[in-house]
T-cell receptor
Framework: GAVVSQHPSWVICKSGTSVKIECRSL??????MFWYRQFPKQSLMLMAT?????????EQGVEKDKFLINHASLTLSTLTVTSAHPEDSSFYIC??????????????FGDGTRLSIL | AQSVTQLDSHVSVSEGTPVLLRCNYS??????LFWYVQHPNKGLQLLLK??????LVKGINGFEAEFKKSETSFHLTKPSAHMSDAAEYFC????????????FGQGTILTVHP
């Protein structure tokens, strides 16, 4: 069964709305989680690293004021797309490594959130 | 720095025939390599991983991959394709300097014909 749960799976909303996406590790604690964005027919691009109890680390070119990340507990990270516009429409996926953020542990991925901004 | 190149954007096979998805990597350090599969509108599922143990890695659903350092390759194979294998496959690299960050290849879409 799934070890990382992502909610909601599909969101359609009006331009200017803020949307919150949740990512939960179900049977392990994740001090680090990762948020990715995937455009149609493209690969995953890392947006940010979510760190429990501290600020997220954003990749170059990602607006931190646009994509707010909160990692308030060891099992939950949230991504809020603030004042979303049609260009923010995409597939957002989170992942969490079991055993901490090392190179050797495979990541467990959520099922993704399809965000459509009208 | 690390990078991954998946040599084919699309691969089409007939059911029951072998599958080969090619991946070359670049890493300044000993890499960890993964293959993930993604079905439409779904997250990614781990097929297999290489982390400096045996160079021939067996994964789920009959897939396997061989790490070849001299060729900087990590190709994914399966002896006999099944219709349910149709999906997109990602080759992924990481190393100890990346602190868990993954670098993805561009993806290979596998189509399986009856």
């Amino acid at each position: 069964g799934a070890v990382v749960s992502q909610h909601p799976s599909w969101v359609i909303c009006k331009s200017g709305t803020s949307v919150k996406i949740e990512c939960r590790s179900l049977d392990f604690q994740a001090t680090t989680m990762f948020w990715y964005r995937q455009f149609p027919k493209q690969s995953l691009m890392l947006m940010a690293t979510s760190n429990e109890g501290s600020k997220a680390t954003y990749e170059q070119g990602v607006e931190k004021d646009k994509f707010l990340i909160n990692h308030a507990s060891l099992t939950l990270s949230t991504l809020t797309v603030t004042s979303a516009h049609p260009e923010d429409s995409s597939f957002y996926i989170c992942s969490a490594p079991r055993g901490g953020g090392t190179a050797y542990q495979p990541q467990h991925f959520g099922d993704g959130t399809r965000l459509s901004i009208l | 720095a690390q990078s991954v190149t998946q040599l084919d954007s699309h691969v089409s096979v007939s059911e029951g025939t072998p599958v080969l998805l090619r991946c070359n990597y670049s890493s300044s350090y000993s890499p960890s390599l993964f293959w993930y599969v993604q079905h439409p509108n779904k997250g990614l599922q781990l097929l297999l991983k290489y982390t400096s143990a045996a160079t021939l890695v067996k994964g789920i659903n009959g897939f396997e991959a061989e790490f070849k350092k001299s060729e900087t390759s990590f190709h994914l194979t399966k002896p006999s394709a099944h219709m349910s294998d149709a999906a997109e496959y990602f080759c992924v690299v990481s190393d100890w300097t990346s602190y868990g960050k993954l670098t993805f290849g561009q993806g290979t879409i596998l189509t399986v014909h009856p």
